[in-house]
């Protein structure tokens, strides 16, 4: 079963501290996509990545940086993390056809700053 | 302003019920997406269509790109439908376009 797997389901962290939160596919896709969900907003976009050392801001991309140096693996880096950064955060893949199959979505991580 | 807007926001239903919830954008879209999302937060898809319909199971999901609407239908429902049903457009490129879902709730 394919998968798209992210390393934490929940997350505290305090104010100021650099979060890595990891994402990984196993499907060899080339898209990758970094998503946070609030009430009431839906997904937004953060960041995505076309391939291996690609990286495309998406509309919310304020207090976050990426990394792809694998094809597998997109990581979302919050540089200095903030209350108003308590989210749930989506990863999603899809092959470069995704009018065909759509997106592949990790479980979450529900990250919460005090 | 969203692109993509969906009714009901929040549905209660009985068990058995038809359900209907309904999605509406306002750009040229190439596929649109149905999805589903269970308290928790891992999102599954349910359906990609780009035009007619499609059916799996007690699921179905219609098309009209003319009138730039699409309708989820559940057939018999159940409490285990209970969730987050979700619609995304593919608007250009790889990237999707999502509303803010609507909550489903079936009661026994």
């Known amino acids: 079963d394919v998968k798209v797997t992210q390393s934490s389901r929940y997350l505290v962290k305090r104010t100021g501290e650099k979060v890595f939160l990891e994402c990984v596919q196993d499907?060899?896709?080339?898209?990758m996509f970094w998503y946070r969900q609030d009430p009431g907003l839906g997904l937004r976009l953060i960041y995505f990545?076309?391939?291996?050392?690609?990286?495309e801001k998406g509309d919310i991309p304020e207090g976050y940086s990426v990394s792809r140096e694998k094809k597998e693996r997109f990581s979302l880096i919050l540089e200095s993390a903030s209350t108003n950064q308590t989210s749930m955060y989506l990863c999603?893949?899809?092959?470069?056809?995704?009018?065909?199959?759509?997106?592949?979505f990790g479980s979450g991580t529900r990250l919460t700053v005090v | 302003k969203n692109e993509v807007e969906q009714s009901p926001q929040n549905l209660t239903a009985q068990e058995g019920e038809f359900i209907t919830i309904n999605c509406s954008y306002s750009v040229g879209i190439s596929a649109l997406h149905w999805l589903q999302q269970h308290p928790g937060g891992g999102i599954v898809s349910l359906f990609m269509l780009s035009s007619g319909k499609k059916k799996h199971g007690r699921l179905i999901a219609t098309i009209n790109i003319q009138e730039k609407h699409s309708s989820l239908h559940i057939t018999a429902s159940h409490p285990r439908d209970s969730a987050v049903y979700i619609c995304?457009?593919?608007?250009?490129?790889?990237?999707?376009?999502f509303g803010t879902g609507t909550s489903l709730t079936v009661i026994p």
């Open positions: 499907m060899d896709h080339e898209n």
């Open positions: 990545s076309y391939d291996v050392k690609m990286k």
């Open positions: 995304a457009v593919l608007h250009g490129g790889n990237q999707f376009y």
């Open positions: 999603a893949s899809c092959p470069s056809g995704v009018g065909n199959y759509g997106y592949t």
